[in-house]
């Protein structure tokens, strides 16, 4: 098993910037993905942006140039930078695990952390 808990979500201006953390904890594997997707009220949940134990990262064209994924494996936390927020990113934020090369194994989900951005 994995626990994820994340934590940085919270209400800010459009414009804004807001900066999520995930902390893995338990059967971590030293190869996994680990990401972030996001769902607003209404619709999917969406892949925000994802990144491989090796650095490999992976976005959404919707918040490329604004959101950065990056990775402490030493510390098996995962971050979520985002900047010039838009009210349309407002959501429920996840932190995702995917154990093994390719995050081919196992997966695992955070309970989630809100974002609110005001116009």
């Known amino acids: 098993q994995v626990q994820l808990v994340e934590s940085g979500g919270g209400l800010v201006q459009a414009g804004g910037s807001l900066r999520l953390s995930c902390v893995a904890s338990g059967r971590t594997s030293s190869r996994n993905v680990m990401g972030w997707y996001r769902q607003a009220p209404g619709k999917q949940r969406e892949l925000v942006g994802r990144i491989s134990s090796g650095g490999s990262t992976v976005y959404a064209d919707s918040v490329k140039g604004r959101f950065t994924v990056s990775r402490d494996n030493a510390k098996n936390t995962l971050y979520l930078q985002m900047n010039n927020l838009k009210p349309e990113d407002t959501a429920v934020y996840y932190c995702?695990?995917?154990?093994?090369?390719?995050?081919?194994?196992?997966?695992?989900w955070g309970q989630g952390t809100h974002v609110t951005v005001s116009s």
């Open positions: 995702n695990f995917r154990a093994g090369p390719g995050g081919l194994g196992d997966q695992y």
